[in-house]
């Protein structure tokens, strides 16, 4: 069972010099961009330890490794069939994390989730004790609310009774981060600094991004791999990439959106009109009754 701690907050290396700190202006792509977001946590493994250790609220020091296991090569075309850009984290040799960004909301979230972490939660080899099966937890991060009556900023969900919610088991975890409500974090949130990688991750100026670090020195090594991940043209390129297909993915649905909304108003204009050529059928056979 995770048991929630103060984040360790190190002290900055002041000799060490950083090149976001002589940038300004826009990002030419912030971390809502999911190929950025996997870039800079793979190229960052502080980082992506900070931020693991932010998110399920342990210490710095309960943390021995990381490792990425499905690194892709860096500025690697990515094809519409390999279009998942989530990062599958094994913790200390003992705990999957899979963590994904997505900015568009497809209606699917909840099922998606669940798929993903339903997969990585099938762990056990062939031959092998169920009690031995790893915990995992799905990390999402999406930029607009999940749930229209019961929007949150950082949402822990598990397998519970449904009577009185005793804990079925805690190595089934679905977190999901809303990036549009950091208003709404918590005492717990703000102590662990979810909602300052929230607002990083957010940023679209390196003033903002200054203005991060400057309260937060621990992050000056995020702000940079997020600098030297905006310098790198084939990141940038397929950043671009990404974006078109976003554009791709949005139009079609709206499209296909529209012609299901024409769809089902044509049926109902045809209903309307089966209920009134009906109506006269049944006016006519009266009409012809009483004749005879």
């Not at 984290?89 to 339903?118: A, F, G, H, K």
């Not at 969900?157 to 919610?165: E, F, W």
Request: net charge negative; charged share 25%; glycine share 2%.
């Amino acid at each position: 069972m995770i048991v929630t701690k103060p984040i360790e907050m190190r002290k900055p290396n002041l000799q060490k010099k950083y090149h976001y700190l002589n940038a300004t202006g826009a990002l030419h792509y912030n971390m809502t961009n999911d190929y950025m977001f996997r870039m800079v946590l793979q190229r960052d493994k502080k980082t992506l330890i900070k931020l693991i250790s932010s998110i399920l609220g342990i210490s710095l020091s309960e943390i021995k490794d990381v490792k990425i296991e499905n690194p892709i090569e860096v500025g690697k075309t990515i094809s519409d069939k390999e279009y998942q850009l989530d990062i599958l984290v094994l913790l200390n040799d003992n705990t999957y994390i899979n963590i994904e960004m997505q900015v568009e909301n497809y209606n699917n979230w909840p099922m998606r989730s669940l798929s993903y972490l339903c997969r990585r939660f099938d762990n056990a080899t062939r031959g092998q004790d169920y009690n031995l099966i790893k915990p995992v937890y799905h990390i999402g991060f999406i930029d607009f609310t999940l749930f229209d009556d019961h929007p949150e900023f950082f949402a822990k969900y598990q397998v519970r009774n449904a009577k009185d919610s005793y804990l079925y088991t805690n190595n089934f975890n679905l977190y999901v981060i809303e990036l549009n409500h950091t208003s709404m974090a918590t005492t717990e949130d703000k102590t662990n600094h979810v909602d300052t990688w929230a607002k990083l991750f957010k940023a679209t100026t390196w003033e903002e991004i200054k203005m991060i670090t400057k309260d937060n020195p621990s992050m000056n090594s995020a702000a940079e791999s997020i600098y030297m991940s905006n310098a790198d043209i084939s990141i940038l390129e397929q950043c671009r990439a990404r974006e078109d297909a976003i554009a791709h993915e949005k139009y079609q649905k709206e499209l296909i959106d529209s012609l299901n909304e024409t769809i089902a108003n044509d049926k109902a204009i045809i209903a309307d009109k089966d209920a009134i050529i009906a109506d006269l059928k049944a006016k006519l056979r009266t009409y012809e009754n009483k004749k005879q």
